[in-house]
């Protein structure tokens, strides 16, 4: 079985049972819904005991259970530039927005990334009279760059010059 098939599998099962997604998080549990959410679509992995939970709530095979466990190959099935109208606004965001968010960040942290591995996610709805709004928190480590050959008093890791 690919990734793909048991993907498709898990969202038959939730459609045929009318799970909720919120449903699913709690009964599997660890780890927040982005990232539950992320390894049942086929994206992020689960833990030894997550994948055993989700293999038990689906019914799952010792084979898609454990394949619950493995390291998917990230990013696949997407289209760039996406096409999925929801999607396709997040990838807006960043080609407008992220060349001033790259200055903020580099500015107060000085040559580096934003880690999209050591990071945290959250999505809410927020109440609004206008319209509820979505609110997404990231949260990523700052990862400085590494200045190899470096010698004397210069730095070896991303600075924030003065």
């Not at 992995?45 to 190959?73: D, R, W």
């Not at 591995?117 to 480590?141: C, H, L, Q, W, Y």
Request: net charge negative; glycine share 12%.
């Amino acid at each position: 079985m690919k990734r793909e098939d048991l993907t498709e599998k898990l969202l038959d099962i939730k459609r045929e049972k009318g799970w909720s997604w919120k449903h699913i998080c709690e009964k599997i549990g660890g780890y927040s819904e982005v990232l539950i959410v992320g390894a049942i679509l086929g994206q992020m992995k689960l833990t030894k005991p997550q994948a055993a939970n989700a293999g038990e709530l689906f019914g799952l095979s010792k084979a898609e259970t454990a394949m619950l466990n493995e390291v998917p190959m990230r990013g696949t099935g997407t289209p760039m530039p996406p096409t999925d109208p929801l999607i396709y606004r997040f990838y807006e965001m960043v080609m407008v927005n992220g060349p001033a968010w790259k200055a903020l960040i580099e500015e107060e942290f000085g040559d580096g990334i934003m880690s999209a591995i050591d990071f945290d996610m959250g999505i809410e709805r927020v109440a609004n009279p206008k319209g509820d709004r979505v609110k997404i928190t990231m949260s990523g480590k700052f990862l400085p760059y590494k200045y190899y050959g470096a010698s004397g008093n210069v730095p070896e890791y991303g600075f924030k010059e003065e």
